[in-house]
């Protein structure tokens, strides 16, 4: 069995590394451009109709513009609206929340996902990966502090209402990927939600300043790099070697957070987010023994 060299390896972290530093600076501008006067349904808009352009150009200099047909559009549209309704409660979270409280929400993705595999595609999921999704729920709890005030209930609910719609996501996007390819998949999931997007758009028109027309624009932008960085990611490097370098999102939400807003974490971060990241990492690492475990028995056979 090969292995991929080290090379691809450092290629994959790399890139995974940049996509989280982008997608981290997309939700720092989503919440300057909120600050001055823009609305969710604004960012939005911006947010998928200026990726458009990139991932065309994309597809173009790499597989080319017939991969994306496709005879799945009846799955392409479930996707499409599962991931505008995640979209809407990740901003949703990032508007209500500081953005290192709402990108350690964001951490329990895996559980989400964990949990969901086992209910839903009926996988079988041991005693250590339920352990792991106790400790993470654990540390969720350490982080919203219910009861006590200091963190907003609402903000709490959408961010964890984020993550399972994000889990819900990737269960899709691993059926989907059977027969699409994922730049198939990105380009069509940024293509439909433009119609909805914009019909609600048309409801939110208003004037801004330059500034805030250049913040939405870049939101768009900076996002759409940040989606290829991550499909491109996993490319060069397994899913459960890129998957960690997602939580250095967490030092970007920390740094965006006093240096555009004036803001520092509660004490229940310090705490409860090194909680659900290692629940999240544990769950990474078991898959990742399962799966060479079966691959190792496929060989033996």
Not at 138 to 149: H, N, R
Request: proline share 6%; aromatic share 8%; net charge positive.
């Amino acid at each position: 069995m090969s292995s991929a060299a080290p090379e691809r390896i450092f290629a994959g972290l790399g890139l995974r590394l940049l996509s989280v530093g982008l997608l981290a600076s997309m939700q720092a501008l989503v919440k300057l451009a909120e600050a001055r006067g823009a609305s969710l349904p604004e960012t939005m808009f911006f947010r998928q109709a200026c990726a458009v352009p990139l991932v065309l150009a994309w597809i173009a200099a790499g597989p080319g513009l017939a991969s994306i047909r496709t005879r799945r559009i009846g799955a392409h549209l479930t996707r499409t609206i599962v991931g505008l309704m995640g979209m809407v409660c990740t901003f949703g979270a990032v508007l209500l929340l500081p953005l290192a409280e709402a990108m350690t929400l964001q951490f329990t993705v895996p559980i989400f996902a964990t949990i969901l595999s086992a209910l839903v595609l009926r996988e079988p999921t041991g005693r250590h990966r339920w352990a792991a999704v106790v400790l993470g729920f654990a540390g969720v709890l350490i982080v919203a502090q219910p009861g006590s005030g200091a963190f907003p209930l609402s903000g709490a609910l959408v961010g964890l209402l984020a993550a399972l719609l994000v889990a819900v996501i990737a269960i899709l996007l691993r059926q989907i990927g059977r027969t699409e390819p994922a730049a198939t998949t990105v380009f069509w999931f940024s293509l439909l939600s433009l119609p909805p997007l914009g019909i609600v758009y048309l409801f939110n028109l208003q004037p801004h300043d330059p500034a805030t027309w250049a913040i939405l624009v870049t939101v768009g932008l900076v996002g759409g790099l940040g989606q290829l960085a991550i499909t491109a990611s996993v490319r060069f490097a397994p899913v459960a070697t890129v998957v960690p370098m997602d939580y250095s999102s967490l030092i970007w939400g920390i740094a965006y957070g006093w240096l555009f807003f004036g803001t520092l974490p509660a004490e229940g971060i310090w705490i409860g987010a090194p909680v659900i990241i290692a629940s999240g990492l544990y769950i990474v690492y078991r898959e990742h023994v399962l799966q060479r475990r079966d691959t190792d028995r496929a060989i033996g056979d």
